[in-house]
């Protein structure tokens, strides 16, 4: 279209004739807005024109400039739930959207609508960046709807609204609940054991409670749950391993809420092992392999238990207790014995109902070994008495028995004669000689001034003789 003129032309009729205007000093020509084409196409300033005004010419369409893009608005904020509650207000906390543009955030806007009516109204007249908030001037007794907006440059988000309404009444105890120290972990039942399980909370007035699986309510054909003012009772009579998940427990007064997690799961003992084989057989030793069982009784296998047999008894025995590989190596088994061998599963139930057995047997034969005795050379042992410790000189007190010592070797085994003074010592009680190991010795019985002397110890053989001697003194 057309440009709107800056000046509208004066119609003939209340044109006023250049007569009867009043001579005006000349003055230079007033500039107008509308440009005046020339012959040759350019624009030039009209000259005033006398009796009627110049007619109006358009002006040539400008070229549009391109629009910029319009930037999205932030996305809705999140989690958005009720911390407190008083008698005359209550407390809001959110967490931030996920995305808030380029421009980043100006802050929220709460907005309040009571029960019964659609007027919203905004609580706070300029954008705040905190994620919680305080609502305070209500009257108790009455039924709120909330919801919150992020606010940006390029525009508002869709509100986090509330799904139920806040009843301003004083909460005289927040909800909270008492998860047993051995519920926080994961709870493991077998297969048709029974699930009986009490969780107590606190909150007054009576919180409200309910319990949801995967964010869906519960089966009430299998599970049974019974609400008292202090506690809930979760209750499954023969549990399936399709009872096993995360059970979530809500506890909420009046939009202030506690949240809690079960974590269940039901077991049972595994299957066998798969593809057991006998690897290989050499000397005392069988290797085996298997693969993991199909199915492992909904928990992780802790390991294997290898056992063995042998033909002759037919019993079996284990060889490893908890081997954590899918492989092993059997030793120490005895020659001439036939082998079968066998392999279980075992999780945190126990072991398998059944196991797998190697389809071959391990038979141990024996080695075929010579022996070859070792070449001694033949050793001449015969040698003359020699000593290897002489008689040694002693002095004793008179009424104290004395030993007197030697060694000696020789084969064939030497005689050992004792003599006093050069005579030989006979059948004498006071005298006990003894050889024992090459040693001989020879005790004195409580000896006196005439049992000092030269003793002597003579060895004897088929080779030869030798002797030793000492001296005893007697004080």
Known sequence: PAPVLAQEAVPKEEAVPAAEEPPAPEQPPAPTDEPVPTEAGAEATPAPAEGSPAPPDKAPTPEPKPEKPKEEPPSCPLSLAVEEVSENSFTLTWKAPEQ?????????????CKDGSSDW??????????????????????KIHVRVVAVSASGASVPATLEQPVLIREILQLPKIRMPRHLRETYIRRVGDAVNIMIPFQGKPQPEVSWT????????NRINIRNTARDTIF??????RG?????????????????????????EPPGPPQNLKLV????FNVALEWTPPADNGNSEIKGYRVQKSDKKSGKWFTVLECCTRTSCTISDLIIGNTYSFRVFSENICGLSDSAAVASGVAHIEKTKTTYQPEKVPQRDMMEPPKFTQPLTDRTTTRGYSTHLFCSVRGFPQPKIIWLKNQMEIREDP?????????????EIRKPGPFDGGVYTCKAVNPLGEASVDCKLDVK
């Not at 808030?100 to 309040?112: C, K, N, P, Q």
């Open 213 to 220: 699986k995967g964010g869906q309510p519960l089966d009430t």
């Open 100 to 112: 808030t543009g380029r421009a980043g955030l100006d802050g929220y806007v709460v907005e309040i």
């Open 121 to 142: 109204k905004a609580v706070n007249q300029e954008p705040f960046l905190s994620t919680r908030y305080t609502v305070p001037n209500l009257s108790s007794g009455d």
């Open 243 to 267: 009872d096993s998940g995360k059970y979530e427990l809500t506890v909420q007064i009046n939009g202030a809420e506690d949240k809690a997690t079960l974590d269940i799961q039901v077991v």
């Open 280 to 283: 290989d057989v050499w000397g």
């Open 235 to 240: 209750y499954i009579r023969q549990a399936q």
């Open 430 to 442: 006071k005298y006990i000689a003894l050889i024992d190991q090459g040693v001989c010795s020879l």
